[in-house]
């Protein structure tokens, strides 16, 4: 098994960068890829949905970014623990009529002693967005540029 760092036990700057480091896998919409930052049996809930083990969550995701496209995400670490890490994060996206949308969350991680993620709980609410009003531009095929302003500099 590959380990997946930072590790457990977290300290602020770890969970820190094990947030970015999130945060960065999941702007690649690359269902394979962030898979293999859970563990091969890791549980979810995302909504009203229940994901169990890598499979799943492969199949999950690609229904994901197939409907939320031009995906955007902004992760924030809220607390952590030894192995755990909550977070809070906005992303946005628009649908295939061109609808945008910015959806609001919250997700509870824990870790296993590789760094790999073994739980996920994900609390999201989605809000009609203008075009105009869209706050993350920077160019989907690079991670988010680190002086683009946090969550809570942008007041969401």
Do not use: Q
């Amino acid at each position: 098994m590959n380990a997946r760092p930072p590790l457990p036990p977290f300290t602020r700057d770890s969970a820190i960068a094990k947030v970015r480091a999130a945060e960065n896998g999941w702007n690649t919409c690359d269902p394979v890829r962030v898979s293999l930052a859970y563990t091969e049996d890791s549980r979810w809930r995302n909504r009203s949905e229940f994901v169990t083990g890598r499979e799943e969550i492969v199949a999950f995701l690609t229904r994901k970014w197939a409907a939320e496209l031009e995906y955007r995400l902004v992760k924030e670490l809220w607390a952590f623990g030894d192995d755990r890490i909550a977070v809070r994060f906005a992303y946005e996206y628009h649908d295939a009529a061109g609808r945008w949308s910015r959806a609001y969350g919250n997700e509870n991680w824990e870790f296993d002693e590789n760094g790999l993620m073994r739980v996920r709980h994900a609390s999201i609410n989605d809000v009609p967005l203008a075009e105009p009003d869209r706050l993350f531009r920077w160019n989907r095929d690079e991670p988010r540029p680190d002086d683009h302003p946090s969550l809570g500099e942008l007041g969401l």
